[in-house]
């Protein structure tokens, strides 16, 4: 095996004994979480992630590629393999945290929503349809880049796995905290929600009630908290409301 093939199999392979316990769902699990940035590949952005797991999350830093053809990636490599669901769950939570103000059709991600690929493309290859190389990457050289997302010779294989020497796998106790720290709050309002749950549907429906008429207040709740074509952020904020009032 070669040194390029040892580092690769270090960071990102599944080992066998893994692979064959068939994971969490019956699931083999994965190893390796990819976040892709393209249209451009702005290495300006993409740096917040590469910079904020490690400032906010306390992991280690990804590794970082050239796709090949239009993207930069970030790879996170795992000690422990994790459900494509949990995998999911982390680059979601990444995307939403430092690239919300991104178009969401620049940024792919591997394991990718269901139908779509869960495994990147392998780095270093050559792309068939471009002729160019894909590539992992030093941080100093991430923004040289940005234009021209390739290498247009193969990478040195013995380079390649000097730079890889250094990533670090995140620890399992270390990812889950991250995951954690990624997820919104259960009874968060969705982005654009009004702070006082008003459904239309539900106002049409209830009786008046003014500041005095507790029961019709309390129907008032009851149905929103019923309704399921309500937002179920405003039920559970009607949910809470119910329980708080006399």
Do not use: Y
């Not at 430092?98 to 940024?107: E, H, K, M, Q, S």
């Not at 309500?230 to 409301?241: C, D, H, N, P, S």
């Amino acid at each position: 095996m070669s040194l390029l093939q040892t580092e690769l199999s270090r960071l990102f392979l599944v080992p066998r004994s893994a692979a064959d316990d068939g994971g969490e769902a019956g699931h083999r699990g994965v190893r390796c979480l990819v976040l892709q940035l393209a249209g451009p590949p702005d290495w300006r952005v993409l740096g917040r992630v590469w910079q904020g797991v490690q400032a906010e999350l306390h992991l280690p830093a990804p590794a970082i590629a050239v796709s090949g053809r239009d993207g930069l990636q970030l790879w996170f490599s795992l000690m422990r393999p994790v459900s494509t669901v949990q995998g999911r769950a982390f680059l979601e939570g990444l995307h939403t945290r430092f690239l919300a103000d991104i178009d969401p059709r620049r940024v792919q991600r591997f394991p990718g929503p269901a139908g779509q690929p869960e495994s990147p493309p392998a780095v270093p290859a050559l792309q068939t349809d471009t002729g160019n190389w894909s590539a992992f990457i030093s941080q100093d050289l991430a923004p040289v880049f940005e234009d021209t997302p390739w290498l247009d010779i193969p990478p040195g294989d013995d380079n390649q796995a000097a730079l890889l020497r250094s990533v670090k796998s995140i620890a399992a106790t270390d990812f889950d905290d991250a995951l954690k720290q990624l997820a919104p709050p259960a009874d968060a309002p969705a982005p654009g929600t009004p702070a006082v749950p008003v459904p239309a549907r539900a106002v049409a429906t209830a009786p008046d009630a003014g500041p005095s008429s507790g029961g019709d207040a309390r129907l008032f709740l009851q149905r929103v908290m019923d309704d399921d074509t309500v937002a179920l952020a405003l039920r559970i904020e009607a949910a809470k409301a119910l329980l708080q009032s006399p």
